[in-house]
């Protein structure tokens, strides 16, 4: 009985995590370039009873008896699913169609990456995040630039007064990495490399299967409200059953010991 009682705790601290991942995917169900978080689960160890084999009297027995002792979270991962790409019409709004990230300086010198490419201007006219995170490599848009055009690879164009032509001023990179789901998430919409995650390798949109810009969109969310009611409503009952046999466990203590 008492490992009834460690197992179902165990079986509710990991619901409770759960509970908090889903919360976090619902509050974030409109936060530019999320990305949804998953809960991966795992068995702990086994008591073994009885082994598989001979036994003391010569005869074989087929099956192990194993007890489990419960349940842990061993990972949190990250759904890089496209999310929907929302037209707003500002030329800075940036979304990545495919693979890829924005990578963009911190102010701790420190380069981090980001799927939401909702940019803005800085006093010196360059690109930056809506933190103040100049985007890498940096790129100035002319103070007096009637237009500013982003191509499908990154490269930007810009008219201005007295000329019919446009002008490149730099071109866009993205970066993927051979683990996406090794990054680790650092808030405002940024992602850190990690060992797990492999070195970032960083180039032109659109070519060695890094994804493409689309300009006067940002990517949404892609957070699936429906799939995260359902698994809301999932670990709300599997809270409960580890709840119930803890209240299971606890009867039947209290009736072994008046019993006695």
Known sequence: ????????????????????TIANNLANANTTG???QQVQFEDLLYENVRSAGT?????TTPTTTQLGTGVHVVATTRSFAQGTLQQTNNPLDLAIQGQGFF???????DIAYTRAGSLQLNAQGQLTTPDGMLIEPPITIPSNATSVTVAADGTISVQQPGSTTTTSVGQLQLTT????????????????PTIA????Q???????????IMQGSVEGSNVDVVDQMVALITAQRAYEMN???ISAADEMMRNATQSQ
Not at 55 to 59: F, K, L, P
Not at 185 to 190: K, T, V, Y
Not at 207 to 212: E, L, P
């Open 1 to 20: 009985m008492f490992r009834s009682l460690n197992v179902a705790a165990s079986g509710m601290a990991a619901q409770e995590t759960q509970l908090d």
């Open 34 to 36: 999320y990305k949804t």
């Open 55 to 59: 036994n003391s009297n010569g005869a």
């Open 103 to 109: 990578a963009v300086m911190q102010p701790t010198g």
């Open 177 to 192: 990495f051979p683990n996406p789901n090794g990054l680790a998430s650092q808030g405002s919409n940024l992602f850190a």
């Open 197 to 200: 995650s492999g070195q970032p």
């Open 202 to 212: 960083t180039g032109a949109p659109a070519a060695d299967g890094r994804g493409t």
């Open 243 to 245: 709840s119930k046999v």
